[in-house]
């Protein structure tokens, strides 16, 4: 088990690693608006969403090893021809392939669940959410300190290590064994993408589902026009930004290793996800206002980022996994799998439609205008809350990590 999450650290590392450096290539080097620049970033969301079902179909018939072990030679090809792309055409190509080779994360969750007890499995369910954000955080930080190594484009350094980490992980699935026993796969996740759909929005799963979309499309304008913000108010390059991010990766870690329990014995899941969607909005509308130059102490603008970056990360990092959590009570231990993918693809639904609006909404307004929607869609999220139903009280489980 612990090689699969290493697996899935590694390979997302790969997804985060053109964050810090993207403006400096589409934007500065190519010379192309912002909006092409986040059109990139949900290329790569939206292959990886789509081919999420395709690679676990796929998993059911030929074999989950075989499927992760051609997917992340896939990825380490792609990552190799981004690394060495130099047109746009290319950058969207290699990134799309990588996207949908990265969409082995539901091959990963069936043989994470093959290889457990359902006792056991919502504690490696909820690492794998972990190994998931060490990698989207790891990502983005090395992208940005790598950046300058080299003599070639900023992002060629860092997409070589990222395929070199897709070899490494490739390597790693040779050590796999298969599961001790022929597992059979529930009914409900036999079930195709459109019926489960169906069957939850007809379910009290079907807000949850809203406000998982809502959430992830309120952050991910967070995704797509931090960096901008980054560049544009402080001046920064792309080895401070990745100096930024290990910063936000340091706040992600305290919340989801330290203070999420006792936030959710303290306000419960839903108040947990209040909290996160005020402190998100609260930290958008921060950046609003020191970009606007309205917020008091103008002479510090590294103080007034840092302010609205903890807020943002500490929002966020609350609320998605309190929301996988309750989520995980309502949908009952008998349909838990293929309800809870469900939610989590509307997620991902919510932030490729983030990351497709982010780049025009900058090029209209600069950054007051993503990070105002991001702001205006998290109060939306939180008037669904109210509305939530509550799950059936039982026996306590611990929030599980999101990513």
């Known amino acids: 088990m612990p090689v699969l999450l290493l697996i899935v650290g590694i390979n997302f590392i790969g997804v985060g690693a053109l964050i810090p450096v993207l403006p400096y290539t589409v934007i500065e080097m190519l010379g ?3 909006s092409v620049m986040t059109m990139l970033l949900a ?15 796929l998993s059911d018939h030929y074999g989950r090893r075989r499927v992760l072990f051609l997917s992340l030679a896939i990825s380490a090809v792609a990552h190799l021809w981004f690394a060495m792309s130099s047109d746009i055409l290319s950058m969207f190509a290699a990134r799309i392939i990588a996207g949908f080779a990265s969409g082995n994360t539901g091959v990963i969750q069936a043989m994470i669940a093959d290889r457990t007890t359902d006792e056991k499995r919502a504690q490696y369910m909820g690492l794998l959410g972990a190994a998931i954000g060490v990698g989207f955080v790891a990502g983005p930080a090395l992208g940005g300190l790598l950046s300058n190594i080299g003599s070639g484009p900023l992002h060629q350094t860092p997409f070589l290590l990222a395929a070199g980490f897709s070899l490494l992980a490739l390597v790693l699935t040779t050590r796999l064994k298969a599961p001790p026993d022929g597992r059979i796969v529930p009914d409900d996740e036999r079930a195709g993408l459109i019926a489960r759909m169906a069957v939850l929005v007809r379910s009290p799963l079907a807000l949850y589902a809203a406000v998982a979309l809502v959430l992830n499309l309120a952050f991910a304008q967070v995704e797509a026009s931090f960096v901008l913000v980054l560049r544009d108010y402080l001046g920064f390059g792309a080895r401070e930004t990745g100096w930024l991010f290990t910063y936000i990766g340091v706040c992600i870690v305290i919340v989801q290793a330290v203070l999420i329990r006792h936030i959710v014995v303290r306000f419960g899941e839903i108040g947990a996800m209040g909290l996160g969607g005020v402190l998100l909005a ?21 103080v007034q980022t840092l302010l609205a970056t903890t807020a943002i990360c500490f929002g966020f990092a609350v609320a998605s996994p309190a929301l996988s959590s309750i989520a995980s009570k309502v949908a009952g231990r008998s349909s838990r799998g293929g309800s809870l993918g469900v939610v989590q693809g509307f997620g991902s639904l919510g932030q490729v ?7 025009p909404l900058y090029d209209l307004g600069g950054t007051s205008y993503p990070f105002s929607f991001g702001a205006l869609v998290m109060f939306a999220m939180l008037a669904i809350l109210p509305f939530l139903v509550r799950p059936v009280e039982g026996p306590v489980e611990g929030p599980a990590d999101d990513r």
């Open 32 to 34: 192309l608006p912002a």
């Open 43 to 57: 290329s790569f969301a939206l292959a990886m969403f789509v081919a999420n079902p395709i690679l676990g179909r």
């Open 282 to 302: 609260s930290g958008q509308i921060l950046t609003v206002l020191a970009v606007a130059g309205l917020l008091p102490g103008n002479a510090w603008p590294l």
């Open 353 to 359: 439609i983030g990351l497709v609006v982010a780049g």
